[in-house]
């Protein structure tokens, strides 16, 4: 992976979450004093600047291949991280309390794919163990879990168990037969009411015959509705009346008494 310093300066600065972000003070390579500095974790990247309201960082560690670990310095609650090689500078740092130390090198210690692929790996090594003990507690069975399939519920149950309806119900007289079923034949006698058939299962009511309306009944309804309009006009003009009463006593009330 190619880095520039573009692209790390808006790494750093970007509203990604941080892993640990604090004041550290940071021993120099060459002059041995330390230096107070903003350090900000970003995944396995510790960014450092000159101020917090920096705008780019003054330099990156890559924790890659290296340890954190506890030295013997004057200054208090120091830490450093050691890479390995000859050649490898170390990086002596240094907090302001006993926890913000140990916050920093428990962040350091984790930041790192290696110590990512080793927790991967345990939890893994976890779930199979999780899962072998699940299978020899359901009879123990060795094959390997197939998908989850959920259980059917009551509803999909007792739909199984209800008798297939015909796509045409049979009809007599005009009125639907509910307890005919296709393929079978109804026993001699039997009317369309409800009971159950021959599997013992109980069969719905029939639909109720269609009512015919008489001329005197159609002419009264006619009658009413032509009447319903004008009774609704007189209503509604009833209605506005008192509305418009109750918004004039209103207003009155919010105005207050006339003044004399």
């Not at 290296?66 to 907090?95: M, P, Q, W």
């Not at 163990?129 to 009879?139: I, K, R, T, V």
């Not at 719905?204 to 009264?220: D, F, Q």
């Amino acid at each position: 992976m190619k880095l520039n310093e573009r692209s790390l300066a808006f790494y750093a600065t970007c509203d990604s979450p941080a892993d640990n972000a604090g004041f550290l003070y940071k021993r120099g390579e060459r002059h041995t004093a330390y230096h107070r500095r903003w350090f900000v974790l970003k995944g396995n990247m510790l960014f450092y600047f000159e101020e917090r309201d920096s705008r780019e960082p003054v330099g990156v560690i890559v924790l890659e291949g290296c340890n954190v670990e506890l030295c013997d310095s004057a200054e208090n609650f120091t830490f450093a991280i050691r890479f390995g090689g000859s050649k490898s500078r170390t990086y002596v740092l240094a907090a302001e309390s006993q926890a913000a130390m140990e916050s920093w090198v428990k962040s350091l210690s984790r930041a790192s794919f290696d110590y990512m692929r080793l927790v991967v790996r345990e939890l893994e090594k976890q779930l199979q163990e999780m899962s072998g003990g699940l299978a020899g507690g359901c009879g123990g069975s060795q094959d390997a879990p197939g998908p989850w399939k959920p259980k059917p519920s009551v509803l999909e149950q007792s739909r199984d168990r209800l008798p297939a309806l015909p796509a045409i119900l049979p009809k007599e007289n005009g009125c639907a037969v509910w307890n005919n079923v296709l393929g079978t034949d109804r026993p001699p006698g039997t009317s369309g009411c409800g009971g159950h058939d021959e599997e013992g299962t109980p069969r719905p009511p029939p639909l109720p015959p269609r009512r015919r309306v008489s001329n005197g009944e159609a002419a009264s309804a006619g009658a009413a509705a032509a009447e319903s309009p004008s009774t609704f006009c007189r209503l509604h003009e009833q209605y506005s009346r008192e509305v418009a009463r109750l918004r004039q006593d209103w207003q009155q009330k919010r105005r207050g008494p006339p003044q004399p």
